[in-house]
């Protein structure tokens, strides 16, 4: 099986070395050597899987990881790797380096990273604008304010319209109402908590997704209609529809914050926004006058259901022609790694523009997913713990050698043992939009490299798609705008997970 993999990759292995006779070399090389002499040998080795590390070393963190406000030092165990949890409450010391609070994992500190996760920007406050706090505090005291008036305001229009307000307060029309909209208000937490980073990454797609299950609230709240009508019975379709609805404005409201921006090609964001709202007020007036219009006819469940039968087929076709318009140059991660893919192994033609690399049609819907699970370069800021720590022999060796190549940059590769595999991309907290894209180029190279026969060995493809990458990132930028793609983000789902590597971790806190 091994020896498949070398003939079918190329796995830095010179062309008449058999898997045994390498192995063999290696296991005589190491039973002599002393313990540095180990290391040297073990990362100048033909194959990735051959690094490993001496059994002998004292565990000590490795990596420090950022999330949600705390700090995760990570480091190796004799099976797998230890986790230790501390707060970081954002105190600054004279040279303007965090320090981290001396509490470990301690019942604050997990709720407060679970608050900032449910209610705060990923990586806040760096990620936002000084004001943000005090806007936001009290924008939240505005809505409830504004949300009491409302409330008062529904219940003096039912009472109007001769809806009693007696009677036990769970019962009253009024309060049905308000706990379908709090029902709904809650699931949006959730969800929003759980998927708003891939609002950046999939934009398009989760705008479709919204306007579906917007469709499926309301064809639910249509059945209030069919069953017996009692509070409880209210309550469940309303309430169950009004979740999925909600939702799905939540979903739409975010997705075209960011369309919004991308069509404002002169810095006019309020202008083309308070426009879409205009356009939005005569589609909604021109949808009352036509529903009023059909509701003269009929308002048995059966017409209502045929009729919503018939609309939403053609609201969601108009959706997805919607999306498929909307060609925007962004950098989504499967583009940017088919063009990094290109330029890495320095094809001419491999920089092209946004509709000349649609109409290739090698990425996925909406260019946001890969076509295929092979092009699947590289995997953004994944949770260290996550996908280290499973053979820690091999990987802790691998570790710090990836650490000493990117030692002074803010981004870390970290192959796996497989060049089929996704190479994993850690981040610095202070990484930019620059570096993001600069990894992406670098694990493009680095896999060409890997998969290069005439390779030597790891530490050689390692060193030299980062010397490559140094010397041609400006370049590869220069070609993309050039083109005309946005190079001011990339379209990836961040989680903020943020590394501290090297001589970081090593820091007194």
Partial sequence: MYCYALRAHGLLVSRGLTLQAATARIASRRHYQSSRTQKQVIIDSPRLEDIGSDPGDKPRPFAIERIGGRECHISWAEKGVTKEWRDLPGVSDNQGKIQASSTTGSLGGRLSSWIRQMFLPTNYPQSVHRSYMPFHILQFFETVFGTVVSVLCNQALLTSVGVSAEGSIFGAVAVQWIIKDGAGEVAKLFFIRKYAPYFDSHPKSFDLFGECIVALGSGLQIATLLVTPTPGNFLLCAAGGNVFKLVGYAVWFTTHIKFVRYFSQQGNVGDVAAKDESQTSIAQLAGYAAGIGLLTFSHSPAYLYSLFF??????????????????????????????????????????????????????????????????????????????????????????????????????????????????????????????????????????????????????????????????????????????????????????????????????KT
Wanted: aromatic letters at 10%; charged letters at 25%; glycine letters at 6%.
């Fill in 310 to 507: 018939l609309l939403t087929p053609a609201h969601l076709t108009t959706t997805v022609f919607m999306m498929r318009v909307a060609t925007f140059e962004s950098l989504t991660v499967p583009r940017l790694s088919l063009l990094a893919r290109g330029y890495a192994a320095e094809r001419d033609d491999a920089i092209v523009p946004f509709k000349e690399l649609e109409k290739m049609g090698q990425t996925g819907l909406f260019g946001e997913f890969y076509k295929m699970k092979r092009d699947e370069v590289v995997s953004l800021a994944p949770r260290v713990a996550d996908v280290i720590g499973a053979e820690t022999n091999s990987e802790s060796m691998r570790w710090e050698l990836c650490t000493n190549v990117f030692r002074n940059d803010k981004y870390l590769l970290y192959p796996q043992t497989s060049v089929s595999k996704p190479i994993l991309v850690f981040y610095h907290p202070d990484a930019t939009t620059d570096d993001f894209i600069c990894s992406v180029v670098n694990a493009a190279r680095l896999r060409h490299l890997l998969s290069d026969p005439s390779q030597p060995t790891f530490r050689s493809c390692l060193t030299g798609s980062h010397v490559w990458t140094q010397s041609h990132f400006p370049s590869f930028k220069a070609a993309l705008e050039e083109k005309g793609w946005r190079t001011d983000e990339i379209g990836f789902a961040d989680h903020g997970h943020r590394v501290l590597w090297g001589p970081e971790t090593e820091r």
